[in-house]
């Protein structure tokens, strides 16, 4: 089985992959990463990597043809916003929040390499301005919209839940439809 988890920056995707992993025994890959040392070999922020994705798609690319192959494997939890798409046979997991706890979700999150935020404000604005990004990328790119739920198995709404409880959810959704 594969599980592959999209959602918004905050939304909870890294901790609750990591996690859901964990308790699984399976492999954890989050695209996200991947991106973040894409561009940080480039010596760029991650904003400013997806600002060049804009213009130039090899930055989405690369990491959706290393998707692929992921696909091919089992047993794996992969976090990427457009994971769904490009593993179709996979158990489809898309995690939302709101805008303000998502914000200071990436705001406390020190592990953010190259991500810096002047304050909650500023944190707020940069995960809605990474929102329109991704979305223009990959319309403009593959024709999808990763933030359709149609496009999922399960939505699960992670406002004002711990790490914990969301994958007990996921949990209990995955043995509820006896794919555990």
């Not at 089985?1 to 901790?15: E, L, N, Y």
């Not at 290393?66 to 047993?75: S, T």
């Not at 990004?133 to 699960?156: E, Q």
């Amino acid at each position: 089985m594969i599980i592959t988890i999209g959602g918004q920056a905050g939304s909870g995707k890294s901790s609750v992959g990591e996690l859901l992993a964990k308790k699984l025994g399976f492999r954890y890959w989050s695209m996200g990463d991947i991106r973040r040392e894409m561009a940080r070999k480039r010596g760029m922020s991650l904003r400013e990597f997806n600002k060049l994705g804009e213009r130039e798609d090899f930055t989405d690319r690369e990491v959706d043809e290393f998707q692929r192959e992921l696909g091919k494997k089992d047993n794996l939890v992969i976090n990427g916003r457009t994971s769904y798409y490009f593993i179709p046979d996979s158990v489809k997991v898309c995690l939302v929040a709101n805008p303000d706890e998502r914000a200071e979700r990436v705001f406390r999150d020190r592990d953010r390499q190259n991500e810096t935020f002047r304050d909650l404000g500023d944190a707020k604005e940069k995960i809605l301005e990474r929102d329109r990004s991704d979305t223009m990328r990959y319309r403009k790119v593959y024709g999808i919209d990763a933030s359709d739920s149609k496009n999922y198995d399960y939505v699960v709404d992670t406002s004002g839940l711990s790490v914990d409880q969301v994958v007990e959810k996921i949990i209990g959704l995955l043995k509820r439809d006896s794919l555990l």
